[in-house]
């Protein structure tokens, strides 16, 4: 069986993992109802779950799945705070 594995990538690399769980580290740059936009080398929709608490101009680590669109199915999200840059 082949180990499973979960890359950290960013905007710039997204398109080449669709269907793939990927962890996505940047900066909440908007936060709208259950979608947060991340800027990460350019800006991910991030697709939230009722879990997930992140807030403007702070730093997240997500986990999640690309979708086709390029947008990313939320399964974790993590509030890194404001001192990351």
Do not use: W
């Amino acid at each position: 069986m082949e180990p499973i594995s979960t890359p950290r990538i960013s905007a710039a690399l997204i398109d080449s993992y669709i269907g793939r769980n990927v962890i996505i580290v940047g900066k909440v740059s908007q936060l709208r109802g259950d979608v947060a936009f991340i800027e990460a080398d350019g800006q991910v929709q991030a697709n939230l779950n009722r879990e997930c608490h992140l807030m403007v101009g702070n730093g997240a680590q997500i986990i999640g799945k690309v979708n086709p669109d390029l947008s990313v199915k939320v399964l974790n999200a993590q509030d890194l705070g404001n001192n990351v840059v």
